[in-house]
């Protein structure tokens, strides 16, 4: 991934934590204690956020987020919530002072603009906020089943920057990078392993624009990931892309870690099967992979659909773990109470 940390610094108005030089992981938790002492004393002042609302800091309504996978105890954020809900965090303290969480998204930096690589402490705070907390808690629609891990520091990232606002981002497993801490396998092919775009700017090609630069990135692997299982959101996307750029149809792969090719899906097939009931005239309701996968394969050879897919696997890997859902042990969003 191309690094693009050459950011001007010339702020007109007062920089957001992103903005700020924070040198290492530790300077996050740096005052916490007296800050928290001060808290049980009944010394700290309420906070105002933005739309105006009073919130009082209390030991009730103060958490901690855990904030690296890999890191040890120290690293966490201190998060307040409202004292009505544990869900609701309303700002998080980041050098010394109590930032609304919209605030932690934002920059004044006008150079920080477009995919930008996760680099800094800060930007990785800003990645933090967008997986765990916005797409965690906040944006998260009822009944989903879809968490992403807490990034170690090892993970690449790139965030989406438009008009002065973090507004998505994606990740990748590096090809040979560690796929855990347990088994030793590393990864067999560069995997993008999560894609995010914040509510309010779906819909306008950023997921496209994502993918692209994924693919784009790449230009020497023959094969590339994306993590099982795709999202019913991220089939569309992977539709459209692979509609548009026909070259990466025999590219593109749904995989499992660690991605050989007994755990690769070609996406391209894989969505042509998916659509193939109607191409038959079958019910719309028809459940995916309803044609056997023998007959879909003819039929598919005799439309030319597998012409582009010369190695693609057939094999249906879909009874295997899942990746990630519901993995909230692994995740950061669990508030720990920061008086205990
Ligand atoms: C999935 C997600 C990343 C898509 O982001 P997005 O920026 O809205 O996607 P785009 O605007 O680039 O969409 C491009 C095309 O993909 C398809 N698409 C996007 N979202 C879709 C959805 N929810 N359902 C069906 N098709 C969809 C459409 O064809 C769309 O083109 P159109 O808007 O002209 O119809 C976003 O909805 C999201 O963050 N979801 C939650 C997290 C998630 O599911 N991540 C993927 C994990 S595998």
New binding site residues.
């Given amino acids: 991934m191309e690094s693009n940390s050459k950011l001007e610094n010339s702020f007109k108005v007062k920089p957001y934590p992103v903005d700020l030089h924070v040198r290492h992981y530790d300077e996050l938790s740096t005052g916490y204690d007296e800050y928290l002492s001060s808290v049980k004393s009944g010394g700290a002042l309420p906070i105002i956020l933005p739309h105006g609302e009073k919130v009082e800091v209390t030991c009730e309504n103060i958490g901690r987020l855990a904030f690296l996978r890999d890191a040890d105890l120290s690293h966490f954020i201190l998060a307040l919530h409202t004292p009505e809900d544990e869900t609701q965090v309303v700002a998080v303290y980041l050098q010394g002072e109590w930032w609304p969480v919209g605030d932690v998204l934002k920059t004044s930096n006008k150079s920080r603009r477009g995919l930008v690589l996760v680099e800094s402490v800060m930007e990785r705070v800003v990645l933090f906020m967008l997986s765990q907390v916005i797409?965690g808690i906040l944006e998260r629609p009822l009944g989903?089943d879809?968490y992403f891990s807490v990034y170690s520091m090892r993970e690449h990232g790139k965030i989406l920057w438009q008009n002065g606002e973090a507004v998505?981002f994606y990740t990748v497993k590096k090809k040979g990078s560690l796929c855990d801490s347990c088994t030793g396998q590393s990864y067999q092919l560069p995997v993008l392993d999560?894609?995010?775009?914040?509510?309010h700017?779906?819909?306008?090609?950023?997921?496209?624009?994502?993918?692209e630069d994924f693919c784009s990135s790449q230009p020497s692997e023959a094969v590339l990931g994306?993590?099982f299982?795709?999202?019913?959101?991220?089939?569309?996307?992977?539709?459209?892309?692979l509609g548009i750029h026909e070259e990466e149809r025999g590219r593109l792969y749904e995989v499992e870690a660690p991605g050989g090719w007994a755990q690769r899906r070609n996406v391209w097939l894989n969505i042509q099967l998916r659509d193939f009931p109607k191409h038959c005239g079958n019910s719309e309701q028809s459940p995916p992979y309803s044609c056997s996968q023998e007959r879909s394969e003819a039929n598919l050879e005799e439309e030319g659909i597998l012409q582009q897919c010369e190695s693609v696997s057939l094999k249906d890997t879909s009874s295997s773990g899942k990746k990630r859902p519901a993995d909230q042990t692994n995740t950061g969003t669990n508030l720990k109470k920061a008086r205990t």
């Fill in positions: 797409f989903e879809l998505g999560s894609v995010f775009v914040r509510s700017w779906r819909r306008t090609g950023l997921a496209l624009q994502m993918l994306i993590s299982p795709l999202s019913p959101g991220m089939y569309g996307v992977c539709k459209k892309f």
